[in-house]
């Protein structure tokens, strides 16, 4: 939200900005042990923009209907589209710094531009057991997000004063392997002790740099691609035979501090919509049938940094 020297609250803009951008610049990273990922022809790289600007400039359009310093939000978008083509680099964070550093450049009115996107993902189709480098398909899958906050400084020029990568979407079952149990008894409890079920979560995790400039500059060989964190998220999740999903989390967290040490911070939502059961297996790969769980559903938050790590 952004805010006034005021106090008051002053924004507007433009949503839904569907950009499909081909042929940007490929994106390389460094392989780690948890992920084959290193890096995106990026042949189709397709965003879903929003785009708020703030300035003390623009009150007179609120208190007196003066548009007379309104960029128009169709303007906007226009701009948002044609500054897509011109963009030299390979990342959602890069494209969101070049546009907003671009429309503060060309309107010194504003002093400050929240824009977020999200990466709308296309996959190669495969022919004759190869990936085409010609027809994709779109993925209604997991996908990256991207969130900034440009401020004018004392220069004039704009800077990155909040920045935030995601990955939103993830949905894992994971068959056996986990629990939940010891936890608080009283009168208002009537779920049993869970000591080995099917565990499904809905999970988005967030990151930060120390330096925002790693995530927007991908060529320094610091940007963290959200591919490598869900395949870090994927084999920790296969591998921890976890009593909670907030004990999960802590475990998916540490490794991606520890792999990434160019991170400030991690931070998770999750939910749990782990199935309810109709038929209990005989053992752990034995046959069960679940079903759908009903509302409400549980679910967590939780922040880490590196001094977690300790």
């Known amino acids: 939200m952004m805010k006034l020297n005021s106090g008051r609250t002053l924004y507007y803009g433009k949503g839904d900005v569907l950009s499909y951008r081909t042929y940007a610049e490929p994106l390389v990273v460094k392989e780690i042990p948890e992920s084959d990922y290193t890096g995106d022809n990026n042949i189709i790289f397709a965003h879903n923009i929003k785009f708020a600007v703030s300035g003390e400039s623009l009150?007179?359009?609120?208190?007196?209907?003066?548009?007379?310093?309104?960029?128009?939000?169709?303007?906007?978008?226009?701009?948002?589209?044609?500054?897509?083509?011109?963009?030299?680099g390979s990342t959602t964070e890069g494209l969101l710094a070049h546009i907003s550093s671009k429309f503060m450049e060309r309107y010194p009115h504003i002093d400050a531009i929240e824009v977020s996107a999200d990466r709308m993902p296309f996959t190669a189709v495969d022919v004759n057991g190869m990936p085409s480098d010609l027809v994709f398909r779109r993925s209604r899958n997991e996908h990256a997000s991207a969130s900034l906050k440009l401020v004018r400084g004392e220069s004039g020029a704009a800077e990155v004063a909040l920045h935030e990568s995601k990955i939103s979407h993830i949905q894992l079952i994971k068959v056996y392997g986990s629990s939940f149990y010891g936890f608080v008894r009283d009168e208002y409890t009537t779920l049993p002790d869970s000591y080995d079920r099917p565990l499904y979560i809905y999970l988005d995790i967030f990151w930060t740099y120390e330096n925002a400039e790693d995530g927007i500059d991908a060529g320094n060989e610091r940007y963290v691609p959200a591919e490598q964190i869900h395949d870090i998220t994927h084999t920790l999740f296969h591998l921890t035979n976890s009593p909670s999903i907030q004990d999960l989390i802590y475990k998916v967290g540490g490794k991606i501090l520890t792999r990434f040490p160019q991170l400030k911070e991690v931070?998770?939502?999750?939910?749990?919509?782990?199935?309810?059961?109709?038929?209990?297996?005989?053992n752990s790969d034995a046959a069960g049938v679940y079903t759908?769980?009903?509302?409400?559903?549980?679910?967590?938050?939780?922040?880490m940094s590196k001094e977690d790590l300790a």
Do not use: C
């Not at 009150?59 to 963009?87: C, Q």
């Not at 939502?269 to 038929?279: D, I, K, Q």
């Not at 759908?292 to 922040?303: A, K, L, N, V, Y």
């Open 59 to 88: 009150l007179p359009s609120f208190s007196e209907g003066d548009n007379s310093l309104v960029v128009a939000t169709d303007s906007m978008k226009n701009f948002i589209l044609r500054h897509t083509s011109d963009y030299t």
């Open 292 to 303: 759908e769980p009903r509302p409400p559903f549980g679910f967590q938050g939780f922040t």
């Open 267 to 282: 931070r998770f939502e999750s939910n749990n919509r782990t199935w309810e059961t109709v038929v209990e297996p005989a």
